[in-house]
């Protein structure tokens, strides 16, 4: 969410969900928020009790769609990417049942960027430039790193490298039990039930495991316990589950002899995407996220991630769309040779065909031509530019409205309703209200309102009013309309909404904060 609203990024900011028993807790909370005492899984009434927050709503697919782009760009720095695996209940610490953690292979990749601790410095970076904070550590383990990473740099009396905001560190060779008798026994990814139990029997650290007798642990506290120490130790292999497509959707192509050859490379790309259009063809499949990795020789690999507006298996398509993104890139690498291309759909959706009526060929062309130009927007600009609004059914106008991106997201391109009497509702919904209906709205809404000066007699509407140093006289109004924020959203928002005529012929949508007696600009009618 601090990605597509920066704005946030200052204040005390919560996620909320429902949960069956409770009602509504907090899902998540940032750093300001946590520092006020605001802890996840907590009730959201105690929570808006003792801290002044911004509350907004927890949208798991969201959250998902997020890491799996993370992963899909992350294959600039590894070829094996994948989430972490979950348990049946989610593990201490955790009020979620999400992957919330990336785990990528690094064997043999970091001599690439001059060492592990480059390798990790560069990961930070590239997630600050998003304005994600991440935790990284390597290990020789998974289950090392797992714990380093959640539970060694979380930890504010620890000091490891960072960079402006994510925190790293490398675990040497012979480092992983040492560090690992530091930690807790949360720290092993086990139930909270196991946690309870060994802290009744006073183990708090991994290290006081060891001098419990293995068996007696596997009697009384299950076997999946000495599994998850023994993958942590590296006795037991646990493998990568890598974000990645059915195999028939991903092709490639080594090369005998690396080329630095701008025309060759076009070539190879050309032909991969030709060759995943025909499967994706017969499978009646089209593609709404494509992944394109270059491997060089010597350098990093390149790696391009595209989104589409609706499923398609247009091969042209998809190679104009790559091509833009390849000469850019590859011009910034200063010759770099290619020796092994890949590209793969991440996301696939069934092709809708629809039968067009006799003489709507022109407004079929119109959808095949916008679709077209929200994908090669998206190729250039990037997903989080090219945004749709979605509608939310808030009380408060400025949360009403939520924005996403249009391409690559399986909602999309899905078969319209062609229900005669619910598309005649939704013409009459969508018809223009009168100047006199309580519910109408303006057309341009400010993003946040602003503060204005307003002449108005006791609580009634405003006579004038001053915004941007012009100052404005009523001739007529519509209101009050008020609105008011629910209580689970912090502080209460108590707003007397006025649709405001001037004398200039101008339209206004004007309100009262009840609550400090101000007056605000939200909005304007053409």
């Given at each position: 969410m601090l990605v597509t609203h920066p704005d946030l990024a200052n204040r005390a900011l919560v996620l909320q969900s429902r949960d069956a028993r409770r009602g509504l807790v907090v899902a998540a909370a940032n750093k300001l928020a946590q520092q006020q005492?605001?802890?996840?899984?907590?009730?959201?009434?105690?929570?808006?009790?003792?801290?002044?927050?911004?509350?907004?709503?927890?949208?798991?697919?969201?959250?998902?769609?997020?890491?799996?782009?993370?992963?899909?760009?992350?294959?600039?720095?590894?070829?094996?990417?994948?989430?972490?695996?979950?348990?049946?209940?989610?593990?201490?610490?955790?009020?979620?049942?999400?992957?919330?953690?990336?785990?990528?292979?690094?064997t043999g990749v970091a001599t690439l960027f001059g060492g592990e601790e480059h390798l990790l410095a560069s990961i930070a970076q590239w997630l600050d430039d998003q304005r994600y904070l991440g935790c990284l550590a390597i290990a020789g383990s998974i289950g090392t790193a797992w714990a380093v990473a959640n539970y060694a740099l979380?930890?504010?009396?620890?000091?490891?490298?960072?960079?402006?905001?994510?925190?790293?560190?490398?675990?040497?060779?012979?480092?992983?039990?040492?560090?690992?008798?530091?930690?807790?026994?949360?720290?092993?990814?086990?139930?909270?039930?196991?946690?309870?139990?060994?802290?009744?029997?006073?183990?708090?650290?991994?290290?006081?495991?060891?001098?419990?007798?293995?068996?007696?642990?596997?009697?009384?506290?299950?076997?999946?316990?000495?599994?998850r120490w023994d993958q942590a130790l590296g006795i037991i292999d646990e493998p990568i589950?890598?974000?990645?497509?059915?195999?028939?959707?991903?092709?490639?192509?080594?090369?005998?002899?690396?080329?630095?050859?701008?025309?060759?490379?076009?070539?190879?790309?050309?032909?991969?995407c030709r060759e995943l259009a025909l499967r994706l063809n017969r499978q009646n499949r089209g593609a709404l996220r494509i992944v394109c990795r270059l491997d060089l020789v010597d350098t990093t690999?390149?790696?391009?991630?595209?989104?589409?507006?609706?499923?398609?298996?247009?091969?042209?398509?998809?190679?104009?769309?790559?091509?833009?993104?390849?000469e850019h890139q590859?011009?910034?690498?200063?010759?770099?040779?290619?020796?092994?291309?890949?590209?793969?759909?991440?996301?696939?959706?069934?092709?809708?065909?629809?039968?067009?009526?006799l003489f709507d060929v022109q407004s079929t062309g119109q959808r095949q031509q916008l679709s077209r130009l929200v994908d090669n927007l998206s190729s250039r600009l990037g997903r989080q530019q090219v945004l749709q609004a979605n509608v939310e059914?808030?009380?408060?106008?400025?949360?009403?409205?939520?924005?996403?991106?249009?391409?690559?997201?399986?909602?999309?391109?899905?078969?319209?309703?062609?229900?005669?009497?619910?598309?005649?509702?939704?013409?009459?919904?969508?018809?223009?209200?009168?100047?006199?209906?309580?519910?109408?709205?303006?057309?341009?809404?400010?993003?946040?309102?602003?503060?204005?000066?307003a002449l108005a007699i006791a609580d009634g509407p405003p006579t004038q009013f001053t915004f941007q140093g012009k100052t404005y006289q009523v001739h007529n109004h519509w209101g009050p309309e008020r609105l008011e924020s629910g209580w689970w959203r912090g502080p209460s928002h108590r707003r007397d909404y006025f649709r405001i005529a001037t004398t200039d012929g101008s339209w206004w949508w004007i309100f009262r904060e009840l609550n400090s007696s101000r007056w605000f600009m939200h909005g304007m009618f053409d």
């Open positions: 005492g605001v802890r996840p899984g907590m009730p959201l009434s105690e929570a808006v009790a003792i801290a002044k927050l911004e509350v907004r709503e927890h949208q798991p697919h969201e959250d998902i769609d997020a890491l799996c782009s993370l992963a899909e760009q992350a294959q600039q720095f590894s070829p094996i990417v994948g989430l972490e695996s979950l348990d049946k209940q989610p593990w201490p610490g955790r009020t979620l049942l999400q992957p919330e953690c990336l785990l990528l292979d690094v979380r930890n504010p009396r620890v000091s490891p490298q960072s960079s402006n905001h994510s925190r790293f560190q490398s675990i040497p060779p012979a480092g992983d039990r040492t560090i690992l008798e530091q930690l807790p026994v949360a720290a092993l990814r086990i139930e909270s039930t196991v946690v309870a139990a060994l802290k009744r029997l006073g183990v708090q650290l991994i290290g006081e495991l060891w001098q419990l007798p293995r068996d007696g642990l596997a009697s009384r506290l299950g076997q999946h316990l000495l599994t589950a890598t974000l990645h497509e059915s195999p028939e959707w991903q092709v490639e192509q080594s090369l005998e002899y690396a080329t630095e050859n701008r025309q060759t490379i076009t070539e190879v790309v050309r032909r991969l690999p390149l790696v391009m991630c595209l989104g589409l507006f609706r499923p398609t298996d247009d091969a042209d398509h998809l190679q104009a769309l790559l091509t833009g993104q390849l590859l011009s910034t690498r200063g010759g770099a040779a290619l020796w092994r291309a890949a590209v793969q759909a991440t996301l696939v959706a069934p092709l809708v065909w629809q039968q067009t009526d059914r808030q009380s408060q106008p400025e949360l009403a409205c939520t924005l996403s991106p249009m391409t690559g997201r399986r909602m999309d391109g899905q078969k319209q309703s062609t229900n005669r009497k619910l598309s005649s509702r939704l013409a009459r919904r969508r018809a223009e209200p009168s100047p006199d209906d309580p519910l109408r709205r303006p057309i341009k809404l400010l993003a946040s309102p602003v503060a204005i000066d």
